[in-house]
């Protein structure tokens, strides 16, 4: 992975800045991080994960469906870099996922046969606090970060720590950790509406997420509201452009 230019870094770091707005979205700015991340340095996939009011990491954003799995197994096995990056608050770099079984035996197979060669992981965090982790795959050979990389990387993972916690964490005495649930309780709802816009226009799940982001944004309305509204009331899919 090489470089990024200053100028597309600055792009991404004001788009993260100007979602700190009245009508903050979480979700579509968890979403959001990862694409920016996926794209800005090449990445097949980018996944996000943060903890939940008990610590446990949950998964809550991923730039495509296959990393949506492979970051839920490696919830479910208690193993892969993620974990590390967020136990450690250190990031996890350069890992070659098919010598990587002694390191992570469960995650490791998995990752290599969903066609990810390559990882690193990222925590999301403010001084002694972490409070998840960004993980990007590769899905070639040689693609490895450089010494400049990854203080670019770190620092973007950073920002949307400090714009997480930062976004109204106390107020109207609210708690982050419970704008977290919120927003954990919120994604299920946006999977549910991804498969019913998926079965209803016999299309992948990734083309349906992006159908839903599309119309959220395109009328104004928050990516939940709209998830909600097509669980409810799957009529609403007929007014889709």
């Known amino acids: 992975m090489t470089t990024v230019s200053a100028e597309r870094l600055a792009t ?4 993260v800045a100007d979602t700190l707005v009245d009508e903050f979205d979480l979700l579509e700015f968890l979403h959001m991080l990862t694409d920016r991340t996926a794209d800005l340095v090449g990445a097949a996939a980018v996944g996000l994960v943060l903890a939940g009011k008990d610590g446990r990491l949950e998964f809550m954003a991923g730039s495509n469906e296959n990393v949506k799995l492979l970051e839920l197994f490696q919830l479910q096995t208690r193993e892969g870099p993620c974990l590390e990056a967020f136990r450690t608050g250190q990031p996890v770099i350069n890992v070659n996922l098919g010598e990587a079984a002694p390191r992570w035996p469960r995650f490791a197979p998995r990752a290599t046969a969903t066609g990810f060669q390559s990882v690193h992981a ?8 972490t409070i998840g982790a960004l993980n990007v795959f590769g899905d070639t050979q040689g693609g490895d970060f450089d010494g400049a990389d990854v203080p670019i990387v770190q620092s973007l993972a950073d920002i949307a720590a400090i714009a997480l916690l930062q976004e109204r964490a106390i107020h109207r005495g609210e708690v982050l950790t419970e704008q977290l649930q919120g927003a ?4 299920i709802v946006i999977e549910q509406a991804k498969g019913a816009v998926a079965q209803a226009r016999q299309i992948s799940v990734d083309e349906a997420f992006t159908v839903i982001r599309t119309y959220a944004r395109g009328n104004n309305k928050k990516l939940t509201d709209v998830a909600h509204a097509i669980v409810v009331d799957q009529s609403v899919l007929l007014n889709f452009s």
């Not at 990222?122 to 606090?129: A, K």
């Not at 954990?184 to 994604?187: D, G, P, T, V």
């Open 12 to 15: 991404i770091f004001v788009e």
């Open 122 to 129: 990222f925590p999301m965090r403010l001084r002694s606090q």
């Open 184 to 187: 954990l309780n919120s994604r």
